[in-house]
């Protein structure tokens, strides 16, 4: 499963990528507000840092405009993902960029139909937004789970790029189901490598080694 971090924030990007964590990133207008950046200038940025895939999201909604917006993001760099919103116009332009040969992400998607419609569109990537379907109190799961038997029995390219994921059981359980990529923020992806028994074996064991007086280098 690759790795994407749900941020625009340089630094946060730099250190996960230098942990070999970072397989792509993914941003959106509330992120790029959040990282206080102009957006050219912090996605080109991003691009230098990342080999992967980086999705810049359109914030346009007419096709004629997003296609304007499209172009102007596609020049920051070779590796920009084109990120359309789940509309009739954002599907148009996935259509038409993806058979340009561009990298898409449809965002947004909260439905098995949507992610079907983006895929006959050529998406590179899928967007289901998990973590907003739980707040509804439904289970963003059984939408993963549901996108991932559809792309199967028609052998859709389209990667399911598990979205809005905030906790480590969202990234576990998305992994289970065998979605293709999980963006998150940067403390869940640091958050995976958590776990009590952990910590407390490695204690035990420097104070055993501690009493050895015994040094490796
Ligand atoms: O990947 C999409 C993400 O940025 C949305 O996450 O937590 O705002 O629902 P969230």
């Given at each position: 499963m690759k790795f994407f971090v749900d941020t625009a924030d340089v630094n946060e990007i730099r250190e996960l990528n230098d942990l070999g964590f970072v397989d792509g990133v993914t941003t959106n207008p509330s992120l790029i507000l959040k990282s206080g950046r102009n957006i050219l200038e912090v996605t080109k940025e991003i691009c230098d840092i990342v080999e992967g895939p980086v999705s810049s999201e359109v914030t346009a909604t007419e096709y004629d405009a997003i296609m304007k917006e499209a172009a102007v993001i596609a020049k920051?760099?070779?590796n920009i993902c084109i990120k359309l919103p789940l509309t009739l116009d954002g599907l148009k332009a996935c259509k038409n960029l993806s058979s340009d040969g561009h990298l898409t992400n449809v965002t947004l998607c909260f439905s098995a139909n949507q992610a079907l419609l983006a895929a006959r569109a050529g998406a590179t990537f899928i967007s289901p937004f998990i973590g907003r379907l739980d707040d509804i109190g439904l289970d963003g799961m059984d939408l993963i789970q549901e996108i991932r038997q559809i792309y199967d029995n028609y052998g859709f390219?389209?990667?399911?790029?598990?979205?809005?994921?905030?906790t480590v059981n969202h990234i576990k359980a998305a992994a289970l189901i065998g979605a293709d990529v999980v963006t998150a923020p940067p403390a869940t992806l640091k958050a995976l490598v958590k776990h009590p028994l952990t910590d407390k074996g490695l204690e035990t064991f420097l104070a055993d080694w501690a009493k050895t007086g015994q040094k490796i280098a």
């Open positions: 920051i760099a070779d390219e389209t990667e399911i790029l598990a979205a809005s994921a905030r």
